[in-house]
């Protein structure tokens, strides 16, 4: 049974992957910036005997073919880059790059597809049709890898049937999956605001505009826009992450900045928040006497699992995991460019736990302790080529 060959190499291959995922996360680069993981992948695929292309500067595409190649097509993804983040963890393969961490685990993510291409490759005589694999750049930053690779034509010649891509989830068990079928993942676009005056002694306010008070009131009234615009049955966030102005306690400054993040469910509701957001923020900063700059970047869209093909790919899970360690996922705020694909193919994103509480393997993505339990790797390279053999 191909299912069980398929557990039995992912056994075999799991300590040599682990030793991959370490040597990644301990060598993160940032978005766009991936050469050197770019040139360590290849090295892989090399070893293992798989021919690649180069897309998006840093990404590549590896093609397997099995028996009767034109049958079926189906692309398996992975992200390779790293976040602006001082790692804390206190393990041997602690990041060597300072600033910069592997803690959305897109590390693990690369060493599963390598090991699901190890697995494919030695299988192939045993199934049918021809696996994509896209080994992607710039997931964490506007405007994706995803884009980049979907224009130098990843998804061409011959075009996939479906895309599969998973994600590490430290909210989920050592051993389980999590599907979900439909609208999975936000879209997220980012927020820059420049307020500005002419700046002037803070004992004497009247003599100007005040950037500090109009910034921190504009905060306050850009939350209106959701709460007060928005139906309540659909998700939305606007958050502001970053306040920057003045450096004493004597000055109001000239300028102040402000950055943050909105996500929406809805596409439709997306781009009518845009336009109450700039209504708002310029009518209010005018208003108080300041001038305003605001630009509001187009980031990812929303991740949309293809209904039939995540049927699919569940019910595969359940043959392969056994149906007590699959689950449905919840709905995410969170935004992945994998929405890029899904608006161009079927595609089926979904998720593999890597918690373990009892080891102290508990901090979410984006976090300096971020880690995984690396038993997920076996589990999560035979997942994927278990589906690329089958879908």
């Given at each position: 049974?191909?299912?069980?060959?398929i557990k039995s190499l992912a056994k075999q291959y799991a300590p040599e992957l682990i030793q991959v995922r370490r040597y990644l996360h301990t060598h993160p680069e940032l978005s766009y910036q991936e050469y050197e993981t770019a040139k360590y992948v290849q090295s892989k695929l090399t070893e293992i005997g798989i021919a690649f292309e180069e897309?998006?500067?840093?990404?590549?595409l590896a093609v397997l073919k099995g028996k009767n190649p034109e049958s079926r097509v189906i692309a398996l993804r992975a992200d390779m880059d790293a976040l602006p983040i001082q790692e804390e963890n206190n393990v041997p393969y602690k990041s060597v790059n300072a600033g910069v961490m592997h803690a959305c685990g897109h590390d693990v993510h690369?060493?599963?597809?390598?090991?699901?291409?190890?697995?494919?490759?030695?299988?192939?005589?045993?199934?049918?049709?021809?696996?994509?694999?896209?080994?992607?750049?710039?997931?964490?930053?506007?405007?994706?890898?995803?884009?980049?690779?979907?224009?130098?034509?990843?998804?061409?010649?011959?075009?996939?049937?479906?895309?599969?891509?998973?994600?590490?989830?430290?909210?989920?068990?050592?051993?389980?999956?999590?599907?979900?079928?439909?609208?999975?993942?936000?879209?997220?676009?980012?927020?820059?605001?420049?307020?500005?005056?002419?700046?002037?002694?803070?004992?004497?306010?009247?003599?100007?505009?005040?950037?500090?008070?109009?910034?921190?009131?504009?905060?306050?009234?850009?939350?209106?826009?959701?709460?007060?615009?928005?139906?309540?049955?659909?998700?939305?966030?606007?958050?502001?992450?970053?306040?920057?102005?003045?450096?004493?306690?004597?000055?109001?400054?000239?300028?102040?900045?402000?950055?943050?993040?909105?996500?929406?469910?809805?596409?439709?509701?997306?781009?009518?928040?845009?336009?109450?957001?700039?209504?708002?923020?310029?009518?209010?900063?005018?208003?108080?006497?300041?001038?305003?700059?605001?630009?509001?970047?187009?980031?990812?869209?929303?991740?949309?699992?293809?209904?039939?093909?995540?049927?699919?790919?569940?019910?595969?899970?359940?043959?392969?995991?056994?149906?007590?360690?699959?689950?449905?996922?919840?709905?995410?705020?969170?935004?992945?460019?994998?929405?890029?694909?899904?608006?161009?193919?079927?595609?089926?994103?979904?998720?593999?736990?890597?918690?373990?509480?009892?080891?102290?393997?508990?901090?979410?993505?984006?976090?300096?302790?971020?880690?995984?339990?690396?038993?997920?790797?076996?589990?999560?390279?035979?997942?994927?080529?278990?589906?690329?053999?089958?879908?």
């Amino acid at each position: 049974m191909l299912d069980q060959k398929i557990k039995s190499l992912a056994k075999q291959y799991a300590p040599e992957l682990i030793q991959v995922r370490r040597y990644l996360h301990t060598h993160p680069e940032l978005s766009y910036q991936e050469y050197e993981t770019a040139k360590y992948v290849q090295s892989k695929l090399t070893e293992i005997g798989i021919a690649f292309e180069e897309k998006a500067n840093t990404g590549m595409l590896a093609v397997l073919k099995g028996k009767n190649p034109e049958s079926r097509v189906i692309a398996l993804r992975a992200d390779m880059d790293a976040l602006p983040i001082q790692e804390e963890n206190n393990v041997p393969y602690k990041s060597v790059n300072a600033g910069v961490m592997h803690a959305c685990g897109h590390d693990v993510h690369t060493t599963i597809l390598l090991g699901a291409a190890r697995i494919l490759n030695e299988t192939k005589d045993e199934w049918e049709g021809t696996i994509k694999l896209l080994f992607q750049p710039g997931e964490e930053r506007n405007p994706g890898g995803a884009s980049y690779m979907i224009r130098d034509g990843v998804l061409d010649n011959p075009r996939p049937t479906g895309i599969v891509g998973l994600h590490v989830h430290p909210g989920l068990d050592i051993g389980k999956l999590s599907f979900r079928k439909g609208r999975v993942m936000a879209s997220a676009d980012e927020i820059y605001i420049t307020i500005r005056s002419k700046g002037g002694h803070a004992a004497a306010p009247q003599l100007t505009a005040d950037t500090i008070l109009i910034a921190s009131t504009l905060i306050v009234s850009l939350q209106q826009i959701i709460s007060r615009n928005n139906t309540p049955t659909s998700p939305s966030v606007l958050s502001i992450c970053s306040f920057q102005g003045g450096n004493t306690t004597n000055v109001i400054p000239s300028e102040v900045k402000l950055m943050g993040t909105f996500r929406a469910m809805d596409e439709a509701w997306r781009f009518k928040a845009h336009e109450l957001i700039r209504k708002q923020a310029i009518g209010l900063v005018e208003s108080m006497g300041a001038e305003i700059d605001i630009h509001i970047d187009i980031g990812y869209p929303t991740v949309d699992n293809d209904p039939i093909l995540t049927d699919a790919a569940w019910k595969l899970a359940d043959d392969y995991m056994g149906k007590e360690n699959v689950s449905e996922t919840e709905l995410r705020m969170g935004a992945e460019d994998f929405g890029y694909y899904t608006q161009i193919v079927p595609g089926c994103f979904f998720r593999l736990g890597v918690r373990n509480e009892a080891e102290g393997i508990i901090h979410q993505v984006h976090t300096p302790k971020f880690d995984i339990d690396e038993n997920a790797i076996e589990i999560g390279a035979g997942m994927m080529a278990w589906l690329g053999a089958k879908l």
